[in-house]
C-alpha cells in the first residue's frame, strides 16, 4: 500500500562546522501529488534541505526518506528525482533534444521511447519545434523550459525546483509561474520548490513552509498563511503587513485589549500569540483591511492618522499615513469614486474590524 506522503524529514539537523545548526530538528512531511514551496530569507535554510533531499548534501542527524524508504545513504542519480537549477544547467554542445534524451538513455530506453518521450515532453513545454536546436540560440525562458521539459522526461514522481525562476525578468518570470503550475496539475507529480519570493510561492503552491534560522516558522495553503500569520515573522514576510507596537492590558478569551505605544490609545485584536496581560506584542493588519474614515458603526477600532503620502498606482491608491507613531502605516485605497480627495498633510481617522488585527509575539 503505498502512504500518502512521498517525502519524510524525520528530526533532520545540518550542521556545516560541527557547531552552527542551518537545520534544526525539520520534521516535514510532503504529501504525494503536491506543490510544497520552501520559502524563506537567504541564509534560512530552505536550499540546504532541497539539497539534502536531492543528495547533494547529508544530514547530520535524522533520517530523509522518499516513498518510506531512507535514501540518507542512497547517491543523488539512484533517487529518481527530477531537478531543475536557476542555471538551467542544460549541456551546451547537445541540441535540446539531445539534452531530453539524455536521462533515458542512461536508463536505458529502447530507440522509440526515447523519441516519443522527448516529443511529449516538448509538446508539454510548448516547444514543439525546437528540438534541434542548442541552448544558446534559445532566450532564457525557452531554456528553462527546456530544463523543466529534462526534470520530467523520465516520468519521476518528484521534481525539485531550486530558484529556478531566478534569472528572468518579471513578465516572462510570472508566465513561467503559470506555466509550471499547470505542468504540475495536468501531470500530478509531487514538486518541493525553494524560492524567497513571495510572489511566487503564493502563486504556485497548495502549501507553503515558511522558513527562517533553519526552522519552519508556519507550514500552511497560502491563504491561511496570508490571512492568519501565526507569528511576527511570517506576517512580515508574507504580502505587505502594517506594525503596530502596544502592551496587552488585559485578555478575554480569544481578544485583548492593547494600549498602543506612541499614544495611540487602546484597541480591541485577536489573540494569536499572546500568553498574558502585561506583554509587548506587535500588532499585524493587512493594508487593503484599513478603512479611511469609515462611517459610523462600520469599525471596532479607530485612530487619528495623518496622510503622508499619495501613490496613483491605476487599480489603487497606496496611501502613506502616520498611525501611532508609526509612519510606514499603508492603506490600499481602491480607486473608485470619491477617493481622490484625499490630500498630503490631511489628517484623518483610520479604522479596522477585531478580526483584521492580530496579536502576535512582540
Sequence with gaps: MTSDYIVNFDNVQKSYDGEILVVKDLNLDVHRGEFLTMLGPSGSGKTTCLMMLAGFEVPTHGEIRLNGTPINNVPPHKRGIGMVFQNYALFPHMTVAENLAFPLEVRGLSKADVEAKVNRALEMVRLPEFGGRRPAQLSGGQQQRVAVARALVFEPELVLMDEPLGALDKNLREEMQYEIKHIHENLGVSVVYVTHDQSEALTMSNRIAVFDDGIIQQLAPPSVLYEAPENAFVASFIGENNRLYGRVDAIDGNECQVTLEGGGGTVQALRINVADAGQRTTLSLRPERVMINPGEGQCDNSNDAR???????????????????????????????GHASLKEGEQVRVGWVTEDCRALDA
Design 307 to 337: 496622510v503622508e503620502e499619495l501613490i496613483y498606482l491605476g487599480d489603487h491608491i497606496r496611501t502613506r499615513l502616520t498611525v501611532s507613531g508609526n509612519s510606514e502605516f499603508i492603506v490600499k485605497v481602491p480607486n473608485a469614486q
